[in-house]
């Protein structure tokens, strides 16, 4: 009863460093997104995707890239990783009822 | 730009208290949603509203939704120290879910 598992949970980056997070989901959704969570600012989309092969920014697209290959994956990548993008990465999943179920998180550091 | 400001941004209170947590916006959404979320791990899903002047009720948690569907409120009765933990709103538009800045609650035995 996995549902999203995301990975890793925990890095430590240099500044200017480039890394890829792994969301993986079970559960058939169509929809896939990404979110960042800090202090006092709830939830903010970097990007989502409606479908296997699609792609979107959301409300904080720079510094980031992402590329859904298979319909169950869903990758985000830093190519050179800033001091502000230490934070606390979710990816969530969607599919017909409209609901988000969200893995566990990664919490990334950048030195 | 945040399209959904939460209040209060802290709350702590004793056991058996009321509270009612606040989620305003500028937009109007096809839905609005509550979700919670404990430390180290993703928010779940409490409920969701959908039609303007909506209240929902889940034990001893009240939702409304705003009879202009840009606003919500969450109250609790009695809580408890299993309430504790941040408390989310999202505004639904389409396939996109904005989300407030969230509440964070704490309830002392």
């Known amino acids: 009863n996995a549902g999203v598992t995301q990975t890793p949970k ?62 169950q994956n869903f990758l985000l990548g830093l190519e050179s990783a800033a001091p502000s993008q230490t934070s606390v990465y979710f990816c969530a999943s969607s599919g017909n009822t409209g609901e988000l179920f969200f893995g566990e998180g990664s919490r990334l550091t950048v030195l | 730009t945040q399209l959904l400001e939460q209040s209060p941004q802290f709350l702590s209170i004793q056991e058996g208290e009321n509270l009612t947590v606040y989620c305003n916006s500028s937009s109007v959404f096809s839905s609005l949603q509550w979700y ?39 109250h609790i009765t009695a809580a408890q120290t299993g309430d504790t933990g941040l408390y989310l709103c999202a505004g639904v538009a389409g396939n996109q879910f904005y989300f407030g800045t969230g509440t964070s609650l704490t309830v002392i035995p």
């Open chain 1, 10 to 71: 925990f890095r430590v980056l240099k500044t200017g460093q480039s890394m890829t997070l792994l969301c993986a989901q079970d559960m058939n959704h169509e929809y896939m997104y990404w979110y960042r969570q800090d202090p006092g600012m709830g939830l903010r989309l970097i990007h989502y995707s409606v479908g296997e092969g699609t792609t979107a920014k959301g409300e904080v697209p720079d510094g980031y890239n992402v590329s859904r290959l298979k319909k």
């Open chain 2, 36 to 74: 919670r979320q404990e430390p180290g791990e993703g928010p779940v899903l409490l409920v969701t509203v959908v039609t303007g002047g909506e209240v929902k009720k889940l034990k001893r948690l009240t939702f409304q939704f705003g009879d202009a569907r840009k606003d919500s409120s969450l």
